[in-house]
């Protein structure tokens, strides 16, 4: 197979896997097969040794370091090996990191375009979520909107008598999630777009967003959503229009508490998370070395009196369930993130590439500040956006600042796409117009 011959194949089916982390958590996980697979055939020539690269060895020691936990301590759940889930989600993320980074091979401009059009179409989520948390009779009964509502009410992973919406994720803390990194999108929309009905809009949509994430009720999303705009406005340079946002939307949630639709209180809530994080702190003294992997953990916790799937906190989960050799991947991979995404944007020499590296660490950091709430590395769609943050930092860095090819120094840097051309260009597969650079 070639991949210049299959280049339009190959940006649809990465789009493909985009929109599948909006619509439902099932998909993902095939989408990405999908690309496993194709990445094998793809690269069977070059093949799949890619350990030069930071975020792969990451990926393949959280591969042996399941595989060896298991050995040491076989397990199953339902029948199923302990280690069955981490392997396969770990080993596609290892695939889809070759697939980005070898055949998909993105410059800035096309990550750029890419997202524009996740953002776009991820005010799908927000009119679900909204929409779920109006319950208009009218609307209900619409045919339409009533299969869409009522197949995202089957699948739905908590209480039926909650108020929460859930989203297009069945879980209202994993649809805020979502939604924090499409309204750090709606930011990044808002200082790359040059028309100024474009930005009006994008500052609309950020407002959307915002209303989306009070429907799901989960207090962990407004301090996710501050600590990634702050990492967005201050990678901008906008020093005083980050602490002026940031503090606006503190002081609104502080004043006006009602905003959130949460009966039980945050002493309530903190008093709950607190016996969740003691009895996965117990579970991580009985198993410190390599953990308990994911399956099992919730089975201990349930043991130990308490009903959960995971540790409420990130980065105790992965301390719990892969011990402290897994916390030292984990920590490895967010800090040399952090540091890469940093020198991307220092060396890049656009203002929009250098706003699309804050952009992408920014929802690394808010889904990490979110984390309290929920578990991004086995959830798919919360998972997969949050590696591919990660996977696209790592690529990019690479071109800019070890690599260097031709269109990293500025020479011949194509137009930014506008908001149309990112939507039109998956809608009808086009190609990139070559006349537009002979102008040149």
Request: proline share 4%.
């Amino acid at each position: 197979m070639d991949i210049e011959n299959d280049r339009k194949i190959i940006q649809n089916i990465t789009r493909l896997l985009y929109i599948s982390i909006l619509i439902s958590p099932f998909l993902p996980p095939v989408v990405m097969l999908l690309i496993g697979i194709l990445t094998v055939f793809y690269q069977k020539k070059n093949g799949l040794n890619s350990f030069q690269y930071l975020p792969d060895r990451i990926f393949l020691g959280f591969i042996l370091l399941s595989i060896l936990g298991w050995l040491i301590e076989p397990h199953l759940v339902m029948g199923i090996p302990t280690m069955l889930l981490p392997v396969f989600f770990y080993g596609l993320y290892y695939l889809l990191s070759i697939w980005i980074r070898d055949v998909v091979d993105w410059s800035w401009q096309d990550i750029q375009k890419m997202y524009m059009f996740f953002w776009i179409c991820g005010v799908f989520i927000a009119v679900v979520v909204i929409l779920q948390r109006v319950d208009w009779e009218v609307i209900n009964q619409s045919p339409p909107l009533r299969y869409i509502l009522d197949f995202y009410s089957y699948f739905r992973w908590q209480a039926n008598y909650s108020e929460r919406s859930v989203g297009t994720s069945g879980n209202s803390n994993l649809a805020a999630a979502l939604l924090i990194c499409l309204a750090l999108l709606s930011i990044f929309a808002l200082s790359v777009l040059k028309n100024m009905r474009q930005k009006i809009g994008a500052f609309a949509i950020f407002i959307v967003f915002c209303i989306a994430i009070m429907c799901t009720g989960s207090r962990g999303a407004w301090g996710g959503l501050v600590i990634g705009l702050i990492v967005q406005l201050w990678m901008t340079g906008h020093r005083k229009r980050t602490v002026v946002i940031s503090l606006s939307i503190l002081g609104s949630v502080f004043l006006f508490p009602q905003l959130i639709p949460r009966k039980d209180t945050l002493a309530s809530t903190l008093d709950d998370r607190l016996v969740v994080w003691s009895t996965a702190f117990d579970i991580f003294k009985e198993n410190w070395i390599l953990g308990t992997l994911p399956l099992r953990f919730g089975e201990l916790a349930e043991q130990a009196g308490v009903k959960v799937f995971h540790a409420h906190n990130i980065f105790l989960g992965i301390a719990t369930e892969y011990g402290v050799i897994g916390l030292f991947l984990f920590l490895a991979l967010i800090l040399s993130t952090i540091y890469r995404a940093r020198r991307w944007r220092k060396t890049a020499n656009k203002k929009e590439e250098k706003r699309l590296a804050g952009m992408l660490i920014s929802q690394t950091i808010a889904i990490l500040g979110h984390g309290m709430y929920d578990y991004p590395i086995i959830a798919p769609q919360i998972g997969v956006l949050f590696i591919l943050s990660i996977i696209i930092i790592h690529t990019q860095y690479e071109k800019r600042c070890v690599k260097r090819p031709a269109w990293s120094e500025g020479d011949d840097i194509p137009k930014e796409a506008t908001l149309l051309q990112a939507l039109s260009s998956f809608i009808v597969s086009a190609k990139v117009n070559i006349k537009s650079f002979r102008s040149k």
